[in-house]
């Protein structure tokens, strides 16, 4: 496929399930949804991807109709804030922003349960992960095993994870 049979296009995210390994997208255009597979997530360094998100994405038309072949960026997460259950809220966003990137493995994430743990590479403490900081990084779920970059503090209770990234994130 060249460039030339692909366009840009902005939109948000209808639905993902990583599950299912797809979801679809809304232009900002308007017209049919597109599918987001979850290869082309993964090529941007994330395996799932939050409800109503903003993104750039370049698309093209197959047989089937329109398909996301490259995501341009992620524009941010919708604007939705659940502070009685994210205790990172309680912190300035300029401090969190602040926060070095650290490398760190998922021991698990329940979606259900909306949180999960991580640990930093070369450290024995768990990391809490809860899922309003996953929504707020663009993510729906993680999978164990699963490698990211983390921005954490000190929470009321240990080590809180206040921004999650792709893993590669933490090299640059």
Same mark, same amino acid.
């Given at each position: 496929m060249t460039e030339?049979?692909?366009?840009?296009?902005?939109g948000r995210v209808k639905w993902f399930d990583a599950t299912?390994?797809?979801?679809?997208? $809304?232009?900002?255009?308007g017209g049919k949804?597109?599918?987001?597979? @979850? #290869?082309?997530?993964?090529?941007?360094g994330q395996s799932s991807i939050a409800d109503g998100t903003e993104l750039r994405v370049l698309v093209h038309e197959t047989e089937r109709g329109i398909q996301a072949s490259a995501i341009v960026e992620i524009i941010r997460a919708p604007d939705r804030m659940d502070s009685a259950q994210d205790e990172?809220?309680?912190?300035?966003?300029a401090e969190l922003e602040a926060l070095p990137?650290?490398?760190?493995? $998922?021991?698990w994430f329940d979606r259900t349960k909306g949180f999960?743990? @991580? #640990?930093?590479?070369?450290?024995?403490?768990?990391?809490f992960i809860h899922a309003e900081v996953l929504r707020r990084s663009s993510l729906s779920e993680l999978m164990p095993g699963e490698a990211v970059s983390l921005r954490v503090t000190e929470g009321r209770r240990g080590?809180?994870?206040?921004?999650?990234?792709?893993?590669?994130?933490?090299l640059h």
């Open positions: 030339a049979e692909q366009r840009e296009l902005r299912k390994g797809f979801g679809f997208i $809304v232009a900002d255009e949804d597109i599918l987001l597979h @979850a #290869n082309v997530l993964r090529n941007f990172s809220a309680d912190f300035d966003l990137m650290v490398a760190a493995r $998922v021991k999960g743990f @991580a #640990n930093i590479f070369g450290r024995p403490e768990d990391v080590l809180l994870a206040v921004g999650v990234y792709a893993w590669d994130t933490a």
